[in-house]
């Protein structure tokens, strides 16, 4: 007869936040246009966005939140990618079938960041959306002595998880681990997460222009679910 360890404990991962990565999106050539296009269009005060959000300071222009509705087949495609990559994160995540997956329909805000020296993204989250993304065109140059350089950060919904730590907390593994979560973005990397997530984008230094598409999703289809 098997008897259980009453000494084993039972262990409930709680409070994770899912953040999904996808690398090398897109081709060098498909991104370089990209960056092309994006810079000159930030030459042009006309294509701003009208109200910029008071996070990000003047050396981050933010263009028009219309990026995924222009005509332009390279923009349909980063579309593509953009919102195929959040489609199959919202299947492996809701474990849903394909029968339902094919009712879910995704509405979309995007836009993008021409990041200049000292420029930097205040934290903040993304409210009246399920997902946000980020997509990174060209991570601008790197800082050899700051690692932090430009990282898109971020921070711990659990307030105060590392307000005191001793050797009783010191080193908790996988989802149990505390303090900010930073990404050093590389060129074609896409970033998803869930839109409640307070995060930055850290103080860029650097030469070359940082470039980013950023993108809020709501979904519709699949809303019949109870409480
Ligand atoms: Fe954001």
């Given at each position: 007869m098997s008897?259980?360890?009453p ?12 953040l ?6 897109m081709?060098d050539?498909e991104?370089?246009t990209l960056?092309e296009?994006?810079?000159?269009e930030?030459?042009?005060p006309?294509?701003?966005?009208a109200?910029?959000?008071g996070t990000v ?13 222009r ?8 579309r ?17 079938s394909?029968?339902q997956m ?8 995007a836009?993008?960041?021409v ?6 993204a ?18 601008g ?10 990282v898109l ?9 590392n307000?005191?730590?001793?050797a ?8 149990f ?12 990397d ?14 860029y230094f ?12 709501q ?9």
């Amino acid at each position: 007869m098997s008897q259980q360890d009453p000494f084993k404990p039972e262990i409930r991962a709680a409070f994770a936040s899912p953040l999904v990565r996808y690398r090398g999106l897109m081709s060098d050539q498909e991104r370089e246009t990209l960056r092309e296009m994006f810079i000159r269009e930030a030459s042009d005060p006309a294509r701003g966005n009208a109200v910029l959000p008071g996070t990000v300071t003047r050396e981050v222009f933010e263009s028009e939140w219309d990026l995924f509705e222009r005509d332009e087949p390279l923009l349909q495609r980063l579309r593509e990618y953009c919102l195929g990559g959040t489609l199959r994160a919202i299947r492996d995540i809701n474990r849903y079938s394909q029968e339902q997956m094919a009712q879910v329909r995704l509405r979309a805000q995007a836009w993008f960041h021409v990041t200049r020296g000292a420029g930097f993204a205040a934290p903040h989250n993304h409210p009246m959306a399920s997902w946000s993304g980020v997509f990174c065109v060209d991570p601008g140059d790197r800082d050899s002595e700051f690692q932090h350089n430009g990282v898109l950060r971020f921070f711990d919904p659990r307030t105060g998880s590392n307000m005191y730590m001793d050797a009783g907390n010191a080193q908790p593994q996988g989802v149990f681990a505390v303090g900010s979560q930073n990404f050093v973005l590389e060129s074609g990397d896409l970033i998803l997460f869930p839109s409640y997530l307070l995060h930055e984008a850290a103080p860029y230094f650097g030469e070359r222009e940082r470039i980013t598409v950023a993108f809020n999703v709501q979904t519709q289809g699949l809303v019949d679910f109870h409480l």
